[in-house]
């Protein structure tokens, strides 16, 4: 298996454009996790999904941020409009059950100008 | 909130020499795991700890859990220059959410 496979690994835009973050899971997992990593806030949850079904949002930031999986091999974030505060190093993550590891994508450099 | 801090924040060793890591945490917890991440790149699982298990090994690796301290240590031993990274303790809580929560990390050097 190829791992966790997210798109684009840098993204680089000006404040106001939306911002889509791609994410394919590891076929089989029933679990995807979407994370923010920022040096001054570390790695934070923004949501989850199980079976394709969002479970707990409670960690996006604002209704700016909005996050789809349509089926169990793909999942989106999306953000618009973007702010530079929103620059951040995004991870997705995906796990068989979710009381064990959990396997992360390489993750999308934000850069938001 | 955070729900892992781990200490040191940094740590520089020489290569040979054994290196600890430490978490504390906040709330009761279903399991604790550790991660490595090497810079730029995603968070690499390293190993699992449940509740009830109050020592694990892995290789190199040794963790300890005190659910009465609230805390958990990792213990690379004989480090190597490629274990130089950052380390990430991550606990689940028993609340019915499956919310991993990570801790701000400790940043390890490995010196050749």
């Known amino acids: 298996d190829a791992g966790v496979i997210q798109s684009p690994r840098h993204e680089v835009t000006e404040m106001g454009q939306e911002v889509t973050l791609r994410c394919k899971p590891i076929?089989?997992?029933?679990?995807l996790f979407w994370y923010r990593q920022t040096m001054m806030r570390g790695l934070e949850l923004l949501i989850y999904?199980?079976?394709?079904?969002?479970?707990?949002d409670s960690g996006m930031p604002e209704d700016r941020f909005s996050a789809k999986m349509p089926n169990a091999s793909f999942s989106t974030l999306k953000i618009q409009p973007s702010e530079p505060r929103d620059s951040a190093v995004y991870f997705c993550?995906?796990?068989?059950?979710?009381?064990?590891?959990?396997?992360f994508g390489s993750g999308t450099q934000l850069s938001v100008l | 909130s955070q729900q892992g801090e781990e200490d040191p924040q940094a740590l520089s060793i020489q290569e040979g020499e054994n290196a600890t890591m430490n978490c504390s945490y906040k709330?009761?917890?279903?399991?604790l795991q550790w991660y490595r991440q090497n810079s730029g790149r995603g968070l690499v699982h390293l190993i699992l700890?449940?509740?009830?298990?109050r020592e694990k090994h892995s290789g190199r690796l040794r963790v300890t859990l005190d659910t009465s301290k609230k805390s958990s240590s990792l213990l690379i031993t004989a480090s190597r220059a490629a274990d130089t990274a950052s380390y990430f303790c991550?606990?689940?809580?028993?609340?019915?959410?499956?919310?991993?929560?990570f801790g701000t990390g400790t940043r390890l050097k490995v010196l050749a």
């Open positions: 991550a606990t689940l809580s028993p609340s019915g959410t499956y919310k991993y929560i």
């Open positions: 700890i449940r509740s009830n298990e």
């Open positions: 999904f199980n079976n394709n079904v969002p479970i707990d």
């Open positions: 709330t009761s917890i279903n399991n």
């Open positions: 076929s089989g997992h029933d679990y």
């Open positions: 993550a995906s796990g068989q059950t979710p009381n064990e590891k959990l396997f």
